[in-house]
C-alpha cells in the first residue's frame, strides 16, 4: 500500500506502506488506508514524532556507549534513519499547522 499525503500548504507527500505506517504510529494514530490530522491536532502530532526521533537517536547513542566501553566497533546503521525519513512529514506538519490545513490521505 501506498500513502498519499495531502494538504492545500503543500505538496503531496507519498510514502511506502511500512514508512507511512511508522509515521502513523509514531503520530499516535492507528495505520489507516484513509485519514485525517486536523491543524488544531497538529502541535500533538508535532511532539509524538520529535519524541520517536529522539528515543531512536537515544537508543543509537546508548548502542554507541556500549560498543566504545566493551572496545567493540558499532555496526553502521542501515537503511535510513528516523530523522531522515520523517523529515519530509514534519515539514509538511508545519506548513500545514502555519496555514490552518488539514492533511489527509486515502480516497
Known amino acids: 500500500m501506498l500513502y498519499k499525503f495531502?494538504?492545500?500548504?503543500?505538496?503531496?507527500?507519498?510514502?511506502?506502506g511500512p514508512n507511512g505506517d511508522a509515521f502513523l504510529r509514531a503520530a499516535g494514530r492507528e495505520p489507516a488506508p484513509r485519514g485525517i490530522i486536523e491543524a488544531r491536532d497538529m502541535p500533538a502530532v508535532l511532539a509524538a514524532i520529535e519524541h520517536a526521533?529522539?528515543?531512536?537517536e537515544a537508543r543509537?547513542?546508548?548502542?554507541?556507549?556500549e560498543a566504545?566501553?566493551?572496545?567493540?566497533?558499532?555496526?553502521?546503521r542501515e537503511g535510513v534513519t528516523p530523522r531522515q525519513r520523517l523529515w519530509p512529514m514534519v515539514e509538511m506538519l508545519?506548513?500545514?499547522w502555519a496555514e490552518n490545513q488539514p492533511i489527509v490521505w486515502g480516497a
Open 6 to 16: 495531502k494538504c492545500k500548504a503543500t505538496g503531496d507527500l507519498i510514502m511506502l
Open 53 to 56: 526521533i529522539a528515543a531512536d
Open 60 to 65: 543509537r547513542a546508548e548502542a554507541e556507549r
Open 68 to 76: 566504545l566501553a566493551d572496545g567493540e566497533p558499532l555496526p553502521p
Open 94 to 96: 508545519r506548513r500545514a
